[in-house]
C-alpha cells in the first residue's frame, strides 16, 4: 500500500498531467459559451498532411506528427507537445493563446493505476464503461481552470479500430476538443487540440489522424513512476 504522502503525490500527479494536457485550451481566460449538449462538429475538408513517427526518448511511447511541425516532450514518457509552427507553440508556452491557423496538439498517459490510489477511488471513475462514459466520470478531475467550458461527452470513431470519447472544450479567444481512449495495457490516452475561434472544423480531422496512431507500449508501472518524478 502507498503511504500517505506517495498517495497524495499520486493525486498531485494526476492534476498536473490533465493540466498539462488541458493547458492549451486554458490560459487566463473565462468561458464565453456553453457547449453542453451540443452535437459534436463534423470535421471539413483539410488538406493531406504527411505523419513521421515520433518516439519518446524512454521508448514508452509512440505517436505520429505532420511533417514540419514543432514539438517537445514536456514529461519523459508521460506528455507530449506538438505544434503546426514554432510560433505557435511558443505562444503556446507563454500564453496559451493561439492565433488563427495556429494547432497545439498534447498528448497524456495515464496509468489506471493513478485512479486507484485512496483519494481518487472515492471519485468512482467508469474505467469499465465505453470511453464517452470513462471521459465524463474523469470530469471532475477536468475542473483544472475556471475558464474552461466542457460539452458532454460522446464517443466518436479516430478509425483504426479505435474509438475514443470526446469533449469540446470552449475558453474566450479559443476552442478545442478532448479525446480520450485506452493506448496500452491500463493506460488511457489523452489528446487535446486548441485553435482559435471557428477553426476546429478545418483541424479535426488532423487532430483524429494523430489520435489514432498514438500507442503506448511501455509499464504502467513505468509510467507510474514517471509521473510521481522518479
Known sequence: MLANHSRSKAAAAAFV?????????????TPTRETEGQAPDQPSEAPAIDLQEAESVTEMFTLMVPEGWSQEEVVPGAAFVMASSEAALDRYRATGGAEEGDLVVNVGFLPYRLL?????????????ASPDVFLQSLMPMFL?????????????????DREAGRMTVSAEGQEGIVLMFPAGDRVIAFVSAVTSPGGMAQFEDITYSIASGVTFGGDSD???GALLGG
Open 17 to 29: 498531467l490533465l493540466a498539462l494536457t488541458l493547458a492549451g485550451c486554458a490560459g487566463q481566460l
Open 116 to 128: 486507484e490510489t485512496n483519494e481518487l477511488r472515492a471519485l468512482d471513475f467508469q474505467v469499465d
Open 144 to 160: 483544472v481552470d475556471p475558464g474552461l467550458t466542457f460539452s458532454q461527452a460522446d464517443l466518436v470513431s479516430l478509425g483504426n
Open 222 to 224: 513505468a509510467l507510474f
